[in-house]
């Protein structure tokens, strides 16, 4: 299968964070090229490509989060209806009229509503619907009806389609960060054709949205010489500044910042131009938010880089990329991995 459509499939698939045992099987499955492949007890999915060789060898680690922002079941109404909360960070306004699966014993088809603005009260429409004013409308008529199928604390998913826009570009929930597993399925693939020294572990992280967490155990057990991070970074749309955005179709951002080693920013920037392979710099002054952060500060420190592919609309259901910017991050990942050997790993301890 194609890894591209092994990135539709995630995408359309559930895995809220902190839930998201139920993707590891298919990024396995998309992924012949490893040589080994283990989850561990958080559920990380940590896949091996080892390096050719004899000898101690550098080991580089790949992090991408596989894990959504989602909603969980809070309350059931006298009525039936279903009130909720959400795990991550969902921007609400995004949610009204919304589809979405209730994971119950048997998922369930519902729709998000409120209030309709014929009869809100004055000003009140010219003002974002609250999370406390919204519900789930799954079809039940009363409490006892809806108990029968739904419990508090079921999950619940937006329902969403991949689509195809134009050229290359691609929108769907949850491209943040299942484009990061794609690239790192990409680079894997191309690992598979050239010689590297480096002993590869691709994972792919979950619990991300709260709070790094699979980031922090994985790299705790596998101990990298050098970490790199990929996740989505804000790209260009209107009302945005180009300072503070990655255009799409350009290639990742590369992160520079106090959470980025200096010398591996370096290399990088360097196989990108060697290359020819499209990138942006991308300041980032306040270090936290993604994986980068975790893999740089566990156990003694592992020197580590960010790499941001351009994501519109993000948190939202229609989170928009181009496809080709994934290709490119995987191909920047694996001409970087193809380079790098002891003496360059040594060499970053000094600075």
């Known amino acids: 299968m194609e890894i591209k459509q092994v990135f539709k499939n995630l995408s359309e698939a559930s895995g809220v964070s902190g839930y998201e045992h139920g993707l590891a099987s298919s990024i396995q499955e998309g992924c012949p090229w490893a040589d080994e492949s283990r989850t561990d007890k958080l559920g990380n999915l940590i896949m091996l490509k080892k390096g050719h060789g004899t000898g101690p060898k550098p080991k580089i680690m ?7 922002i989602g ?8 009525d039936g ?3 909720f909360g959400t795990i991550g960070g969902f921007d609400q306004r995004v949610l009204l009229a919304q589809e979405v699966v209730v994971h119950s014993k048997n998922p369930l088809t519902g729709v998000i509503g409120a209030k309709p603005p014929h009869i809100q009260a004055p000003g009140e429409q010219s003002k974002a619907v609250k999370m406390e004013d919204l519900f789930i409308d799954v079809g039940f008529d009363s409490q006892a009806e809806a108990q029968k199928q739904v419990s508090v604390g079921d999950l619940v998913t937006l329902k969403r389609d991949v689509v195809d826009l134009q050229a290359s570009l691609m929108a769907g929930k949850s491209f943040d960060d ?10 894997f693939r191309l690992l598979a054709q050239v010689n590297h020294a480096a002993d590869v572990y691709g994972v792919a992280t979950v619990q991300e949205e709260v709070g790094l967490r699979g980031a922090i155990t994985s790299t705790y057990g596998i101990v990298p ?11 260009d749309s209107p009302g945005l500044a180009e300072s503070d955005t990655i255009k ?27 290359w020819n392979i499209p990138y942006s710099l991308d300041p980032s002054p306040y270090p936290g938010g993604t994986d980068a952060y975790a893999i740089q500060v566990a156990r003694g420190g592992v020197p580590t880089i960010l790499l ?3 994501l519109r609309y993000m948190h939202t259901p229609i989170e928009t990329l181009d496809y080709e910017d994934v290709k ?3 191909r920047l990942m694996a001409m970087f991995i193809a380079g790098v050997d002891n003496e360059f790993v040594e060499g970053l301890t000094c600075f």
């Open 308 to 310: 941001s592919i351009p």
């Open 81 to 83: 209806f279903l009130r």
């Open 178 to 187: 299942r484009a990061g597993v794609a690239a790192i399925l990409e680079c």
């Open 225 to 235: 010489d050098i970490g790199i991070a990929i996740d989505v970074g804000f790209g």
């Open 248 to 274: 799409l179709g350009q290639g990742p951002g590369v992160a520079i910042g106090p959470h980025v080693h200096p010398k591996v920013h370096k290399r990088m920037v360097e196989t990108a131009k060697e």
């Open 71 to 78: 909603l969980i079941i809070t309350k059931i109404e006298k």
């Open 328 to 330: 490119r991050t995987g």
């Open 62 to 68: 790949l992090a991408g989060h596989m894990d959504e």
